[in-house]
């Protein structure tokens, strides 16, 4: 039980696990073990660049769902965050291909690799909660549409979607049996019925940042157009920023503090010459 707590493992990770055991094909699972967490570093790395932190981490067959709390992410930075996962699994699927025309003999070795790549990639395009696809519909959506009304939408999908695999797995059963049609039908039903086997991120908090006695400032020279969200996001989670405002006739120093202050009382989209006409 503690390693689960460490380690949070979806069950129909454990179901798709044990499968590979019957079938005796462990390879298969450690491909596809590391071409799901190429898909999660996917998102981590674009979340981090962006200026947040992974909250919580579960290992799920089709990647990590990604669940982001209300009103945490901008549209566009969760946009750029579901792509990225995906992104990286066709990427690196195209990659392996391009070396099968150099090297033909490595074919054998990463075919298995390629299918499940694309595969997951596909799958997680799909429009469905809370899959980078459903994220993708969120992003695009916000703003134009209420968030929770979007999300009941996608649900509905869920369970379009969750039937149609159910369909096609009974037809597997008397064609050529497929199991990945019952996973991904109980994986989209448990996108409803459960939402603690969810990663999380969110905003990197200057709030609860500790800093050392002697510690090398982070120092970025900006001009008075950026916005407060993005100093926001370039806000460093080990070391404490500091700000330079190129201004027309002097220059501005902005720290954490300061900032902080600006963040309870503007937007994040005004611009920092409208603040530092105030001041």
């Known amino acids: 039980m503690r390693i ?5 493992i979806h069950p129909s990770f454990l179901l798709l696990f044990l499968w590979f055991v019957i079938t005796r094909n462990l390879g298969g699972f450690f491909i596809f073990l590391g071409v799901v967490l ?17 909250d919580a981490f579960f290992i799920a067959p089709y990647g990590v769902s990604l669940n982001y709390k209300e009103k945490t992410f901008e549209s566009s930075d969760e946009v750029k965050i579901a792509l990225a996962g995906p992104m990286v699994n066709l990427f690196l699927a195209l990659t392996a291909v391009s070396l099968w025309w150099i090297f033909p003999e490595i074919y054998s070795y990463t075919e298995i690799f390629v299918q499940q790549s694309v595969f997951l ?11 980078d696809g459903g994220r993708l519909v969120l992003g695009f959506m916000t703003g134009r549409c209420p968030r929770k009304k979007v999300i009941k939408i996608l649900l509905i999908s869920n369970l379009i979607f969750s039937l149609l695999f159910f369909i096609l797995f009974v037809v597997s059963c008397v064609v050529n049996f497929n199991p990945t049609f019952a996973l ?15 990663s999380k991120y969110e905003k ?15 120092m970025l020279v900006v001009n008075t157009s950026a916005t407060l969200g993005e100093l926001l996001k370039h806000v ?18 902005i720290d954490e503090k300061t900032l902080l202050r600006w963040s309870l009382v503007y937007p994040y989209n005004i611009a920092l010459n409208e603040i530092l006409k105030i001041y």
Do not use: D, W
């Open 121 to 131: 990639a596909l799958f997680n395009l799909i429009p469905a909660y809370p899959l």
């Open 184 to 198: 991904a039908s109980c994986f989209m039903l448990g996108g409803i019925l459960q939402t603690r086997f969810e």
């Open 38 to 54: 190429t898909h999660e570093f996917g998102h981590y790395f674009v979340a981090k660049r962006l200026g947040y932190k992974l």
């Open 236 to 253: 460093e989670p080990n070391k404490y920023t500091v700000f330079y405002v190129v201004c027309e006739q002097s220059t501005k120093i």
């Open 4 to 8: 689960l707590k460490k380690f949070p």
């Open 204 to 218: 990197m908090s200057i709030f609860k940042k500790k800093i050392k006695s002697f510690s090398k400032p982070y």
